[in-house]
């Protein structure tokens, strides 16, 4: 049996115990209840709730800087597919050298002045003034279908320019251009000599693609097919081809035909 003074001992030990827990427990209580303590704790979740806010801004700023990205490339892809496809025509070329034919459009006079400068951005090896003769080129595009390149003391354009406009009634009427009087003549046939094959005069040009000079003309117009030639290559755009000197009859037939 314990003798009364171990009893004591233990007795105290447990009261003590008690008293210990009860105040370590009251103490939390006041600490977790004090302004330190909740300021603490307030002042550790707005530090949370400002890092997460970070990572969604950063988040999204870069999503967004990746979406601009795609666009502008895709922007410049297009860019330069339209430049490209204006540059180099997968099948004829024009007397510009750059773009395709189709159909009854006359090619590279989409505008004055050819290609858009900021879209083309000039090939490396064009000069200012070989862009300067494109755009004369293009414009002396717009004024027919036809474009008879001369020379006027050249006997075989002579040749070229009685056939088609004596010999024929052509609508619209070809347009002559004299390389011999033009101030940019010179560079204007070297660059149909570039663009088309052909450096001697005549250079005869329908839908913007060479079909001859001189002896071709004549050699057409003996074989009678130079009308049938012209109507096929001009399309709609030509309206109207008739041989001054044919019959009546020849002529009918022809328009059927």
């Not at 895709?74 to 159909?103: F, H, L, N, T, W």
């Not at 149909?192 to 329908?206: E, Y």
């Not at 057409?220 to 019959?247: F, Q, Y």
């Given at each position: ?116 400068r900021d879209q083309t951005a ?51 009427e070809p347009y002559v251009v ?40 004549e050699e057409l117009d003996e ?35």
């Amino acid at each position: 049996m314990p003798s009364q003074r171990r009893m004591r001992f233990f007795g105290t030990l447990i009261v003590i115990t008690i008293v210990v827990l009860f105040y370590m427990s009251r103490a939390a209580h006041q600490t977790q209840n004090s302004d330190f303590y909740t300021k603490t704790q307030q002042a550790l979740q707005e530090r949370e709730f400002a890092e997460a806010a970070k990572q969604r801004d950063a988040d999204s700023v870069g999503s967004r800087l990746k979406a601009a990205e795609e666009q502008a490339k895709k922007a410049a892809e297009e860019r330069y597919s339209s430049a490209k496809g204006g540059i180099e025509g997968p099948d004829q070329k024009s007397v510009a050298g750059r773009v395709k034919m189709d159909g009854d459009k006359v090619p590279g006079v989409a505008q004055q002045g050819g290609r858009p400068r900021d879209q083309t951005a000039i090939l490396e090896h064009e000069t200012p003034e070989d862009h300067e003769v494109e755009i004369e080129m293009n414009a002396i595009l717009k004024k027919s279908p036809m474009i008879i390149f001369s020379k006027s003391y050249c006997p075989h354009s002579k040749k070229a320019k009685h056939i088609l406009l004596e010999k024929y009634r052509i609508v619209p009427e070809p347009y002559v251009v004299e390389l011999d009087l033009n101030p940019q003549g010179a560079k204007l046939q070297s660059f149909l000599a570039k663009s088309t094959g052909r450096r001697t005069v005549p250079n005869i040009l329908l839908m913007g693609k060479s079909i001859g000079g001189g002896d071709d003309m004549e050699e057409l117009d003996e074989t009678d097919t130079l009308a049938a030639k012209i109507k096929e290559i001009g399309g709609s755009r030509i309206t109207e081809v008739e041989h001054r000197g044919a019959r009546p009859e020849v002529r009918r037939q022809r328009a059927k035909a």
